[in-house]
């Protein structure tokens, strides 16, 4: 019978685990930059918190939220060398896994529900394609600190019992992380609003082939990341450099294939170009803005096929912000680092 009381102890464990998988997708994600990846980190979570709910001593977890971080938190990091020996073989720059976000929570969230609100623009904050690349450089523990304090709030504290090391070590490792980020990072970020009609203003010069407003975008140390993957055509380095990565734009943008929809969207946290041929996800592209002019100072292009398998035609359009134009970003395909 549903109500039996041997039922009860499961179907409380599910309601907690589901009451806090937004909050451990969010900090096993920004720990690892990878959609799949948190999801098994998930699955082993959640496999855990079962075992240990089964338990006769059950009832003396008295921080579910606490335990399912820690849980969380402590897979994510024993994953981290599968993953780095993954990445030793990646063919290519490799890019976090685009995620599809809403735009600012705080806007359209009514004062009733403001913590959450607040809670989930700063998640938005945490997943920007930038800070996530600067995250790559940290040590698997720098990056785990930084995510818990600077992102979710965590006291140092609470950090070392979730880690298993002193709040000194803590400490030092927040310090590190945090200077680290600073150093390659403005402290303040451009305003949405510029940011996306800057990221519109980039998508018309670059498709139209219009060289001098391409030249005006770009920052003069612009770096241009492209994440193939090895399955579909790309630069195997960084393109850096204002007159390279316009002469790359420009020359892709002249042999881009036809009938590609581009959809202006919010991608993690950024007003950001998707680009669609018919339903399937063909490329996103995410530009960081230089917060004092405005300029483009970094281009990450996703076009790995099987980080873009999360990236859905409806969900690009779905709320009004979204346009569509006949053509799009080039592909890979077109993707050659020229001299």
Do not use: C
């Not at 041997?6 to 409380?12: G, L, S, V």
Request: aromatic share 6%.
């Amino acid at each position: 019978m549903a109500d039996s009381p041997a039922e009860q102890p499961d179907d409380r464990a599910t309601q907690e685990f589901v009451g806090h998988r937004e909050l451990l997708f969010s900090v096993v994600y920004n720990m690892l930059g990878s959609v799949a990846d948190t999801e098994d980190v998930l699955q082993e979570t959640w496999l855990a918190w079962a075992r240990r709910s089964g338990r006769p001593d059950a009832a003396g977890i008295e921080n579910p939220r606490a335990y399912l971080v820690r849980v969380a938190v402590n897979q994510a990091l024993a994953r981290q060398a599968t993953i780095s020996r993954r990445r030793e073989t990646y063919v290519g720059p490799w890019l976090p896994e685009p995620l599809l976000t809403t735009p600012d929570a705080e806007d359209s969230a009514p004062a009733a529900e403001a913590a959450d609100a607040a809670d989930a623009a700063l998640r938005a904050e945490s997943v920007s394609m930038a800070l996530l690349v600067i995250l790559e450089t940290l040590t698997p523990l720098e990056r785990a600190v930084f995510v818990l304090h600077e992102v979710f709030g965590y006291a140092h504290p609470e950090i070392a019992e979730i880690l298993g090391r002193s709040p000194s070590a803590v400490r030092q490792l927040a310090h590190r992380a945090r200077e680290h980020v600073q150093a390659r990072r403005p402290r303040y970020q451009a305003d949405p609003r510029v940011r996306q009609r800057i990221t519109e203003r980039f998508i018309a010069a670059a498709l139209g082939g219009d060289l001098s407003a391409l030249m005006r975008l770009l920052a003069p140390d612009v770096t241009m990341w492209t994440d193939g993957g090895g399955k579909v055509r790309s630069a195997l380095r960084p393109v850096g450099g204002r007159d390279k990565v316009a002469r790359f734009l420009r020359g892709y943008a002249a042999r881009r294939p036809q009938g590609l929809d581009i959809r202006y969207r919010h991608v993690n946290g950024d007003p950001s170009a998707v680009v669609f041929s018919g339903d399937s996800p063909y490329a996103v592209m995410v530009m960081d803005l230089n917060p004092g002019n405005d300029q483009v100072t970094h281009i990450f292009l996703v076009t790995n096929p099987d980080k873009l398998a999360g990236v859905r035609l409806e969900d690009a359009g779905e709320d009004g912000t979204g346009e569509t134009g006949e053509d799009g970003v080039d592909g890979t395909p077109e993707l050659e680092e020229r001299p």
